[in-house]
């Protein structure tokens, strides 16, 4: 879950085709997540412009904002 206090420090682009951003805590649940266009997520954070041609199946994570993203596979 991200919120405005929160930074993005988690992104994936599942093998179905759905993007994920997260926080990078470990309490993510269905009951506190928030669902929001890839717009929007642009929106609060542009560096994931940079993970713009992420392949599907891959993700890519950093420990603060302003970090580079470190790409991983799913």
């Known amino acids: ?4 206090k929160s930074p993005i420090l988690y992104a994936s682009h599942d093998n179905d085709g759905d993007w994920q951003f997260l926080c990078g ?3 993510h649940t269905e ?4 669902i929001i266009s890839l717009k929007n997520a642009v929106e609060l954070d542009t560096t994931l412009n940079q993970l713009f041609e992420m392949p599907i199946g891959v993700g890519a994570e950093r420990n ?4 580079k993203w470190n790409p991983f596979r799913l």
């Open 1 to 4: 879950m991200t919120d405005l």
């Open 31 to 34: 009951k506190n997540a928030k």
């Open 25 to 27: 805590q470990d309490d």
């Open 64 to 67: 603060a904002v302003g970090e």
